[in-house]
Nanobody, 122 residues
Framework: VQLQAYGGGLVQAGGSLRLSCSAS???????MGWFRQYPGKDREFVSS????????YYRDSVKGRFTISRDNTEKTVYLQMRGLKPEDTAVYYC?????????????????WGRGTLVTVSS
């Protein structure tokens, strides 16, 4: 499956953005995740959602601010980001995994999309 993340942009601190991840094929059997990467740093887990959409997971720093969701019919996964902070500035990637739910490491994901840049100004 091919993935494409989009929806990034420039936003002021406290603002909101919604990222979308569109898939070329069905995703209803995949657990989906969002990661982000700072310049010169390793990619880090942000959030994931199981295939059914009933189980979601977040890194501590985004809990209460970010919401992951999915629409399997539309083959799309979303990351609604609110209360954005300058430290959320990064390139965001979506990924798909055929393994179990709650996956937080890069190695556990099988497919990756090209990232989308989110910049939060202070």
């Amino acid at each position: 499956v091919q993935l494409q993340a989009y929806g990034g942009g420039l936003v002021q601190a406290g603002g909101s953005l919604r990222l979308s991840c569109s898939a070329s094929g069905h995703i209803y059997t995949y657990n989906m995740g969002w990661f982000r990467q700072y310049p010169g740093k390793d990619r880090e887990f942000v959030s994931s959602i199981d295939w059914s959409g009933t189980s979601t997971y977040y890194r501590d720093s985004v809990k209460g601010r970010f919401t992951i969701s999915r629409d399997n019919t539309e083959k799309t996964v979303y990351l609604q980001m609110r209360g954005l902070k300058p430290e959320d500035t990064a390139v965001y990637y979506c990924a798909a995994s055929r393994a179990g739910r709650g996956l937080t490491t890069i190695e556990q994901y099988d497919y990756w999309g090209r990232g989308t840049l989110v910049t939060v100004s202070s």
